[in-house]
T-cell receptor, first 114, second 112 residues
Framework: DGGITQSPKYLFRKEGQNVTLSCEQN?????MYWYRQDPGQGLRLIYY???????QKGDIAEGYSVSREKKESFPLTVTSAQKNPTAFYLC?????????????FGPGTRLTVL | EDKVVQSPLSLVVHEGDTVTLNCSYE??????LLWYKQEKKAPTFLFML????IEKKSGRLSSILDKKELFSILNITATQTGDSAVYLC????????????FGKGTKLSVKP
């Protein structure tokens, strides 16, 4: 069964703690993306990666970090430097390059800071 | 600054009604426009539009792009309660490495 998985589904964090959100895909996609969604807002790009061991900042990268050590995995760390981390986080993947296809999304992780 | 604007932001209709959702954009180096449906969790892909005037259709849903006037519409005929969702419009640009620009979405509520 091909797809994108994210874990955990819900995550609670105390202020000052770093947390890592998992994103795994078995679609053999080169490109992976992290988005943040706030109520009544569209998706905003945090980080993206077109290939293993390479990634770029999106529009709202401050307070976040990522790694891309494997093609299948693109974990996102929400650091204590992120001022308003409570949000819904979505991971996506796609083929890359000029002929890239649409992005496919995981089920999301809802992060709440207590 | 590149932007995507959707209207209306929310809409309430009754089952059987036909609805039209709008998406306008101002971007440099347009590549494609995408529509997604989001029901509480992962957005699911509906359509990708690249050429003007060619309607894409899937069941009761259809969409068309106007690259001259820089907008797209998503039509849903004979709406059902299962169509209740947030509909997201996004634009991909040439040379952007796939960074999509999303609108804020239209929240559609279909009442029985």
């Amino acid at each position: 069964d091909g797809g994108i998985t994210q874990s955990p589904k819900y995550l609670f964090r105390k202020e000052g703690q770093n947390v890592t959100l998992s994103c795994e895909q078995n679609l053999n996609h080169d490109a992976m993306y992290w988005y943040r969604q706030d109520p009544g807002q569209g998706l905003r790009l945090i980080y993206y990666s077109q290939i293993v061991n390479d990634f770029q900042k999106g529009d709202i990268a401050e307070g976040y970090s990522v790694s891309r050590e494997k093609k299948e995995s693109f974990p996102l760390t929400v650091t204590s430097a992120q001022k308003n981390p409570t949000a819904f986080y979505l991971c996506a993947s796609s083929t890359s390059g000029v002929q890239r296809d649409t992005q496919y999304f995981g089920p999301g992780t809802r992060l709440t800071v207590l | 600054e590149d932007k995507v604007v959707q209207s209306p932001l929310s809409l309430v209709v009754h089952e059987g009604d036909t609805v039209t959702l709008n998406c306008s954009y101002e971007v440099t180096n347009f590549r494609s426009l995408l529509w997604y449906k989001q029901e509480k969790k992962a957005p699911t892909f509906l359509f990708m539009l690249t050429s003007s005037g060619i309607e894409k259709k899937s069941g009761r849903l259809s969409s068309i792009l106007d690259k001259k006037e820089l907008f797209s519409i998503l039509n849903i005929t004979a709406t059902q309660t299962g169509d209740s969702a947030v509909y997201l419009c996004a634009v991909d640009r040439l040379g952007s490495q796939g960074n999509l620009i999303f609108g804020k979405g239209t929240k559609l509520s279909v009442k029985p």
